[in-house]
């Protein structure tokens, strides 16, 4: 097989270090004009990394452990974008330094008061929390650097090995994926209201992480085959498989945010139905009504049909707006338990500021692994079958 | 042979690829009732054959949103309509509730309806006997070999020039299947019936057996058998036994008060009507009085029902003796009984009683009206 690596052109890292610098500056001035909002768009900012990250590290583990194909041609288009995961020990640095801001249970004398949260207290506490923090994305980035190592190694040495040695590595993955996800999830997301609870909230992001991630890759992937990046030979079956992922996962998300909902709305428990009630008031009514049409809806019925799946430019569309929805969706989950937006939403410049910088990091961090590595998994044993994959 | 018909012609390859690159030449020839038989499913032959995407979809689309529109209407009209209850303190139409249940039924609706219309119209099931059968070609294509074959029915197909075609494609073997003598079979047939029932009582008898007797372990029995008293039943807690326990003596229910006169059949003193005879309440009157009353004491309480000579008929209720009762005292009879009638008190309640009383009052007066009373009626 001869393939030609083609090197992305340089305007990508010229764009996203543009795209970085005004989103920080603006990030930080954010901190300076209206501290405690700043705070929490940077902790939506920061749980979208990690969705798009480790959520890129999962499918990886994916096809390695289900034995897939169709996805190997694609695989470094995944693993470049799980190359956020181990920044997330830096970007998370920023968010420890305000977690006053964040968390009711990071307040000693509040914490006293409450008898809730002091039956919390072993599990919420500032030490435990920052111990956890670092531990899970040591994990993740452990398990990064030797997916990575290996696929990278296999391109010059061909040594079958390294698959088996992954797929091993994968099925130890999967199951410290599920619960460091949760644990992240719970930490991150369900503790900035630290009276609630819901069993399947891990799930809930889970499922969001994953749409987010293969958004990304799907997004990636129709503009590097439209441009020639990627081998010639791939055809319209793998962008099928993509978008046929996607809408799964759409529905994954869609039949688990309806069960945490109707279980919470049917049982009608006062300490459990409070948090929806909260996303009810005032103008979150319409963010509420409007995260089931957008994260839900639009893509399901964009993908329903067969040839929408294959379909590069309803893909490039479905995944730019998925790319959106889940940003919509943890803004919808964290911002209504910022005090001053409790009544109802009001607009301010700092929430468009963060993505602005996501969107820069997520340039840059792809275009250097790009530049260094190939863009196909050259030397994979199951490249040829991959790129002969038909449906 | 001559007179055989021919079904069709088939040729078989041994290698994927080869048939492949076959199915393609044959499609660019432009056939259209042609297939290709192959053990496994072939990737990329859909393309080779040109074959068009199924419209299978569309039915399962349509089904589903039948599915949709007829879950959501059943639970609208029993739920708010026709039935309506509150469950939970949730309103009779709770779109939250009832999604599952359309999820279901639309799922159902859509797979079921697929696989049938898969067999139905895509297959053209049912059909129990194919030329191809018990060929040599089907035993092959079945185990390790590749074939294509071109249906006569094909309005290009031509015996010579198809057979030059398909050898043209360096196939193994190209030969010409024909119809069997006896072309089609009854899918009724008598032992293909019994063959059925036979499976049908197997099967439920199997799965019963297994389901229930072999295989029944109860994982926890703390809902089936709990330590309490059920409606009916003994306990030995009690001297006599009962389970059901009877209230104290001089227990009055709420919102009941007790009919002093019980237990007397000739009260000194009786009730007084506390009902004033509206238009509502002489309705409610007439109801169950045609209801309860009129069985025996007829339509308009002559003492002439229907029932005549088969049960002691009651006397007229338009007797100088009925006349001069007071209001409570016929509300009396009704309540406890008099002579061979029973008490009512169980089938009309006091309010309805009272409206009988009045109603029964009203018959009196129309059955003995004076011209006086043509006045009121003129006037009106």
Redesign the interface.
């Known amino acids: 097989m001869t393939y030609q690596k083609k090197d992305l052109p340089s305007k990508i890292s010229k764009i996203g270090i543009i795209l970085l610098i005004v989103g920080i500056a603006l990030g930080v001035l954010a901190f300076f004009v209206d501290h405690s909002r700043a705070v929490f768009n940077y902790l939506i900012a920061f749980n979208y990394m990690i969705s798009i990250g480790v959520g890129a590290l999962f499918l990886i583990a994916l096809e390695y452990v289900v034995g897939a194909d169709w996805s190997v041609p694609i695989r470094r288009v995944v693993e470049f974008f799980a190359a956020i995961v181990p920044l997330l020990a830096i970007l998370v640095i920023p968010l420890l330094f305000n977690m006053q801001e964040l968390f009711h249970w990071s307040h000693t004398d509040v914490v006293m008061e409450d008898a809730v949260l002091q039956s919390k207290a072993p599990y919420l506490n500032v030490p435990f929390f920052i111990i956890r923090v670092f531990v899970i994305i040591g994990i993740w980035t452990l398990f990064y650097f030797f997916f990575t190592r290996n696929s990278k190694k296999q391109d010059t040495t061909k040594n079958q090995k390294l698959t088996t040695l992954n797929i091993r590595l994968s099925a130890v993955f999967i199951p410290v994926f599920a619960i460091t996800i949760s644990l992240s999830a719970i930490d991150w997301l369900m503790s900035v209201e630290p009276h609630w609870f819901s069993t399947i909230f891990g799930v809930y992001f889970f499922a969001g992480s994953v749409i987010t991630a293969l958004a990304a890759v799907t997004l990636t992937t129709v503009l590097l085959k439209e441009n020639g990046y990627l081998h010639p030979s791939m055809t319209d079956d793998h962008l099928y498989s993509l978008g046929a992922l996607l809408f799964a996962f759409v529905n994954f998300w869609g039949y688990i945010a309806?069960s945490q909902?109707?279980l919470i709305?049917?049982a009608?428990l006062p300490e459990e139905t409070f948090w929806f009630i909260q996303k009810w008031e005032g103008s979150w009514a319409i963010f509420s009504i409007g995260l089931i049409i957008i994260q839900f809806l639009v893509p399901y019925i964009a993908l329903v049909?067969?040839?929408s799946k294959m379909n590069p430019k309803t893909l490039k569309f479905i995944s730019v707006w998925l790319l959106f929805a889940h940003l919509f969706d943890l803004f919808w989950l964290v911002m209504p338990e910022m005090e001053q937006m409790s009544g109802g939403y009001y607009f301010s410049w700092i929430d468009l500021t963060f993505p602005i910088a996501i969107v820069g990091i997520l340039m840059l961090v792809f275009n250097m692994k790009a530049k260094n590595e190939n863009l196909i998994p050259i030397g994979d044993p199951k490249l040829q079958r991959g790129l002969?994959?038909?449906? | 042979m001559a007179d055989k018909k021919i079904f069709g012609i088939v040729s078989l390859f041994k290698d994927p690829n080869a048939i492949i690159s076959a199915a393609k030449k044959v499609a660019s020839a432009g056939f259209t009732n042609w297939d290709v038989n192959s053990p496994y499913p072939l990737?990329?032959i859909?393309?080779a054959m040109k074959i068009k995407?199924s419209k299978l979809?569309i039915v399962t689309l349509i089904f589903g949103l039948s599915g949709v529109v007829l879950a959501l209407l059943l639970m609208w009209w029993t739920m708010s309509v026709d039935y309506p209850m509150v469950i939970?303190?949730?309103p009779y139409f709770s779109l939250?509730?009832f999604?599952?249940v359309t999820f279901e039924i639309t799922v159902i609706l859509a797979t079921v309806s697929t696989v049938v219309a898969m067999f139905a119209f895509f297959f053209g099931l049912p059909r129990n006997a194919h030329a191809l059968h018990d060929t040599d070609y089907m035993k092959k294509v079945s185990l390790d070999h590749y074939g294509i074959v071109i249906e006569a029915i094909d309005p290009k197909f031509d015996e010579k020039s198809t057979m030059d075609l398909l050898n043209n494609l360096s196939p193994l073997t190209t030969e010409i299947i024909y119809y069997p003598e006896k072309e089609t079979y009854p899918i009724f047939e008598p032992r293909f019936l019994a063959l059925l029932f036979g499976v049908a009582v197997a099967v439920s008898l199997g799965t019963y057996l297994m389901l229930n007797k072999l295989m029944y372990i109860q994982p926890f029995n703390w809902m089936d058998k709990q330590a309490k008293i059920t409606v009916q039943s003994r306990s030995d807690f009690f001297n006599d036994g009962r389970g059901m326990r009877l209230p104290v003596e001089g227990t009055v229910a709420r919102g009941f008060i007790p009919y002093p006169f019980e237990d007397q059949k000739n009260p000194t003193e009786v009730l007084s009507n506390p009902s004033f005879p509206t238009i509502e309440n002489l309705e409610l009157g007439k109801s169950k009085f045609l209801t309860y009353c009129s069985p025996c004491h007829g339509n308009f309480g002559d003492g002439d029902s229907r029932l005549q000579g088969q049960f002691p008929n009651p006397p007229t209720l338009h007797s100088d003796r009925a006349r001069s009762f007071p209001d409570g005292m016929i509300y009396h009879i009704i309540t406890v009984g008099q002579n061979a009638m029973p008490s009512y008190a169980s089938q009309v309640n006091r309010e309805e009683r009272w409206a009988i009383v009045n109603y029964i009052r009203a018959l009196q007066r129309a059955k003995n009206a004076q011209d006086s009373d043509i006045k009121f009626v003129k006037a009106e």
């Not at chain 1, 002969?388 to 449906?391: I, K, P, T, V």
């Open positions: 309806f909902f109707m709305w049917y009608d049909s067969q040839p002969d994959f038909h449906l | 990737h990329g859909d393309k995407p979809g939970g303190g949730k939250p509730a999604i599952p």
